[in-house]
């Protein structure tokens, strides 16, 4: 069974910084194409970015909110995703999900809650 | 970038019913790769649909995917209990795309 865990999540003041992390199980996970997915009370879902496999390249695209400010990284001796997130927003608020590529099954977690207020 | 739209935002059904659940693209989705998921409260989303009508793994058959192009439907043939949530259509590729939802609720 694939599980994915994300875990950090909490309260943190405009500007300040936070990293998420998503465990993955049940998976080969070197071979998966990993995304961030939020969901925020102003823009319902929202895709945050992704980091392909190692095979595939490895490369990271994002979306234009992310740009600059987010970093996705994977640590794949761990099974590990991970969300560098600074300089964070009010509008940054929201739960984020780490997923696989639909091509992978299309599994999300159960998401962890991000609240940015001061 | 492309907005997906989904259509009814609430549909109000009794079990045995037939659910009908539109998403609409801004363009036309390459491939079609375009994807239905189920969101119940609490609960991570589940992957219905791929590819506009391919089924995934241990997907009930009276979850059907329709469409190409900019159109799409997602039919739900005879509603179980189990099947009150939220549904959503996602463009995948390059980017993620995601529709507002629809949530199918017990009339």
């Known amino acids: 069974e694939v599980q994915l865990v994300e875990s950090g999540g909490g309260l943190v003041k405009p500007g300040g910084s936070l990293r998420l992390s998503c465990a993955a199980s049940g998976l080969t996970f070197t071979e998966a194409g990993m995304n961030w997915v939020r969901q925020t009370p102003g823009k319902g879902l929202e895709w945050v970015g992704r980091v392909k496999s190692k095979r595939a390249g490895g490369s990271t695209d994002y979306a234009a909110p992310a740009k600059g400010r987010f970093s996705i990284s994977r640590d794949d001796s761990q099974n590990t995703l991970y969300l560098q997130m600074n300089s964070l927003k009010i509008e940054d608020t929201g739960v984020y999900y780490c997923?696989?590529?639909?091509?992978?099954?299309?599994?999300w977690g159960q998401g962890t809650l991000v609240t940015v207020s001061s | 970038e492309t907005v997906l739209t989904q259509s009814p935002g609430t549909l109000s059904l009794s079990p045995g019913e037939r659910a009908t659940l539109s998403c609409r693209a801004s363009?036309?989705?390459?491939?079609?790769?375009l994807a239905w998921y189920q969101q119940k409260p609490g609960q991570a989303p589940r992957l219905l649909i791929y590819a506009a009508s391919s089924r995934a793994t241990g997907i009930p058959d009276r979850f059907s995917g329709s469409g190409s192009g900019a159109d799409f439907t997602l039919t739900i043939s005879r509603l179980e209990p189990e099947d009150f949530a939220v549904y959503f259509c996602?463009?995948?590729?390059?980017?993620?795309?995601f529709g507002g939802g629809t949530k199918v609720e017990i009339k």
């Open positions: 996602q463009q995948y590729g390059r980017s993620l795309f």
């Open positions: 363009q036309s989705v390459s491939g079609n790769s």
């Open positions: 997923t696989t590529g639909v091509p992978e099954g299309g599994y």
